[in-house]
């Protein structure tokens, strides 16, 4: 049972946060929560709200407790059942990332990286991600595994 803390790496124009952790379920547990946009308020305590159809090329609207007064446009540019999920806009992407570790175990990571020539003259203003990122793993890994022990 991993729980890895987050992990930020800061340059002048541009700052990336990660998070991993072994979850002990079946990847399509967690992929069908990481990809139903309406559910995620109930078992993702970092998130206030997110409306869309998380498809690819489809556009989503996500409302986050790190800045609940801003709703961020979203778009889904990858999609691989089951294996890897990237949305994001045009100041960066948010990466989910789930790799089979055996029968029942998954390695999941998130990572975003944000950033552009204007990054420097706005990136006091962006609160640091570490906290939520950690808590978005630890809620994903407790539904994961709740929803795979009541079914096993």
Do not use: C
């Not at 999609?79 to 029942?104: C, H």
């Not at 999941?108 to 939520?132: Q, R």
Request: without cysteine; charged residues 25%; hydrophobic residues 30%.
């Amino acid at each position: 049972m991993q729980q890895n803390n987050a992990v930020t790496i800061k340059t002048t124009f541009s700052r990336e946060t990660s998070v991993s952790t072994t979850i002990n379920s079946d990847p399509e547990i967690i992929w069908k929560l990481l990809t139903t946009a309406y559910d995620y308020p109930r078992w993702n305590s970092t998130i206030i709200s997110l409306e869309g159809d998380i498809s690819l090329g489809e556009k989503i609207k996500l409302k986050s407790t790190l800045d609940p007064k801003r709703t961020f446009k979203l778009k889904v540019k990858e999609l691989e059942p089951n294996k890897k999920l990237i949305w994001g806009d045009g100041q960066g992407n948010r990466i989910y990332t789930l790799v089979p570790l055996g029968k029942s175990s998954v390695q999941f990571s998130m990572s975003e990286k944000i950033g552009g020539l204007m990054f420097p003259l706005y990136s006091k203003y962006i609160p640091p991600f570490d906290k939520a990122f950690e808590q978005f793993a630890s809620d994903l890994k407790k539904e994961s595994e709740s929803i795979y022990h009541t079914k096993n």
